[in-house]
């Protein structure tokens, strides 16, 4: 038996990229964000340069969390469909949201290319894939609701997928705005950039044990009693802020992911497209920098973060399987095999924007399959709120809805 490490492929591929001290002393800002992921790099960056003095700290390092877990396929489309979400949220919500989704990968791209990051980020085609005939009738819906609202996309018949991309699949629509990036290397990446050009300052291993409201002003108490006073917070703590909340909004799932050795040749076709399909929960596939072959997918309810770990090894011979049926021409040796948390909401869409029972405060949690691309959004999102102006998504991403 092959002994295969359980870290994410990320981590290892990039190691522990830079560390952090954590904070000793009492300080005080203009922003202070709660999360180092990709979500709270990204309002760093964005806060920063706008001229508001930034601070961040993570309770562990940086981007250890999911974003470090993250398989990071960027896409405008979402959990939900567009055409049932428009039955859940609305015709201007929903629409609106997979219209954003695309503007934030290319806004994504230009963060990229500004900060000179090396973290694999390229731009591709979107394939999503009916599995079966009886989801053929839903797929078409899906198509002809974005052909309707103007998004670039086409039919593929069954003929027609197997002869561009090898794939087996009953029809798919291919989609022009698509994605894909290393989360972990990007965040770093980020944080390197607005510490040297607009001295935002980082503490690892700093958590926020209390927070106190007076006269308009917070202090955030640390663990070690360090305290951060600060004009406003921005929680960038994904599914961790629940307990803070009075409702629940949000389920987890455990997510698997593979990464297979590198291949000598893999087809044009795969490299600058990325997959999913129809499947629940859905299979995904994605090709990384240094030509291997990502694999995701077999959700299940968390429960526990040891029968997540346990599953593991079931978990790749399932997803080997499954990819196995779709593209048979394909031999992938496992190389990383990992397992993620991610949270699931009632529509699919993210929350951001302020919270009655925190005064001074925001929640930016992306929650769902596309955590990246929300996060990007939360960016403009977060911006406004502090300085007052109307943006539409602190309605629909309300955490009061």
């Known amino acids: 038996m092959k002994l295969r490490s359980k870290e994410t492929y990320w981590l290892l591929k990039n190691g522990l990229i830079n560390s952090y001290p954590s904070l000793q002393e009492n300080i005080s800002c203009d922003v202070l964000i709660i999360g180092g992921g990709i979500t709270g790099s990204l309002i760093a960056y964005q806060l920063s340069q706008e001229g508001y003095q930034t601070v961040l700290i993570d309770k562990r390092d940086i981007a250890m969390g999911s974003t470090c877990a993250t398989t990071a396929m960027l896409q405008y489309e979402i959990d939900e469909p567009l055409h049932t979400l428009i039955d859940k949220v609305g015709e201007n919500a929903a629409v609106d949201t997979y219209r954003e989704g695309v503007l934030a990968i290319d806004k994504l791209g230009d963060i990229v290319k500004k900060i000179k990051a090396a973290c694999g980020y390229q731009k591709k085609h979107s394939v999503y894939i009916a599995d079966s005939k009886k989801k053929l009738e839903f ?40 994605a894909s990036v290393d989360a972990y290397n990007l965040a770093h990446a980020l944080l390197t950039y607005s510490i040297a050009q607009y001295r935002v300052r980082v503490f690892d291993h700093t958590s926020a044990d209390d927070v106190k409201h007076s006269n308009g002003t917070t202090t955030v108490i640390t663990d070690n009693q360090s305290m951060i006073e600060c004009k406003h917070v921005v929680y960038a703590t994904g599914y961790e802020a629940q307990p803070m909340l009075k409702k629940n909004v949000v389920n987890l799932n455990s997510t698997y992911a593979l990464v297979s050795e590198p291949l000598s040749k893999i087809p044009e076709s795969l490299l600058t497209t990325i997959f999913w399909n129809t499947q629940d929960p859905y299979l995904y596939l994605r090709t990384t920098a240094d030509n291997r072959i990502l694999v995701g997918g077999g959700d299940v309810g968390f429960k526990n973060a040891l029968r997540k770990d346990r599953l593991i090894d079931k978990k790749e011979i399932f997803l080997l399987k499954s990819i196995k049926e779709i593209l048979p021409d394909l031999n992938l040796i496992p190389d990383f095999s990992w397992a993620g948390t991610f949270g699931v909401t009632k529509d699919a869409l ?52």
């Open 139 to 178: 797929l078409r819906k899906e198509f002809e609701c974005r052909k309707k609202y103007k998004f670039e996309v086409s039919w593929l018949t069954q003929t027609e997928l197997k002869n561009q991309f090898g794939m087996i699949g009953e029809a798919a629509i291919l989609s022009q705005a698509a």
């Open 350 to 401: 993210p929350y951001m924007g302020a919270y009655p029972e925190y005064p001074n405060s925001y929640f930016v949690l992306g929650f769902g399959g596309n955590g990246i691309t929300f996060s990007v959004m939360g960016m403009n999102i977060i911006s406004d709120a502090l300085s007052g102006r109307h943006n539409k998504f602190l309605e629909y991403f309300s955490l009061k809805r």
